[in-house]
């Protein structure tokens, strides 16, 4: 029997993000100096980012998450 791989293909790796951590954050503290805290949702960093929501939300569960990374 052959080697056990922890995936399919081991010398597949993934893409690189496009959307890190680092560009989210900075979008969530321009819309929070712009218009204050309460303008940081999770919706208008994405939108701020160019990112898909679901890029925000894979990286912070929640809005209290990611105002905490702030």
């Avoid at 993934?14 to 949702?41: E, F, K, N, Y």
Wanted: aromatic share 8%.
């Amino acid at each position: 029997m052959g080697a056990v791989f922890p995936r399919p293909y081991p010398w597949a790796v993934g893409r690189p993000a496009q959307h890190d951590v680092d560009r989210l954050l900075d979008a969530a503290v321009r819309l929070a100096a712009q218009s204050g805290p309460g303008s940081v949702t999770m919706a208008a960093v994405a939108r701020e980012a160019g990112a898909p929501s679901g890029s925000v939300y894979h990286r912070f569960p929640s809005r209290a998450a990611l105002l905490a990374a702030l």
